[in-house]
């Protein structure tokens, strides 16, 4: 986080984490889809989070789709760890 604070505004500090979360999502593609054998019919409520990866690692930084994907993107990572929070709760309740 101090990182990024400090050196928000270096060209090549920029192009290195777009390089790591390049890698990051190819390599997290290859682990559910190669490795685990994950079919896409099982994956799909996934689908818009992959979607705002991609469009955040790969849009211009201008542009205003790249602002709604990583919206998108936070609100979505909100309300799936909000609904597993409840959920959880929920059924330690009832037991």
């Not at 990024?4 to 060209?11: C, E």
């Not at 818009?48 to 930084?61: E, I, Y």
């Amino acid at each position: 986080m101090y990182s990024a604070v400090k050196y928000h505004k270096n060209r090549r500090y920029q192009n290195f984490l777009k390089a790591v979360q390049g890698l990051q999502i190819l390599v997290l593609l290859w682990l559910v889809y190669c490795r685990l054998l994950s079919p896409i019919s099982e994956s799909l409520p996934f689908y818009h989070c992959r979607l705002a990866m991609f469009a955040v690692l790969l849009l211009p930084d201008s542009s205003t789709y790249k602002q709604y994907f990583a919206l998108l993107e936070c609100l979505d990572l909100f309300v799936h760890w909000s609904i597993l929070y409840l959920t959880h709760l929920l059924f330690l309740t009832l037991l």
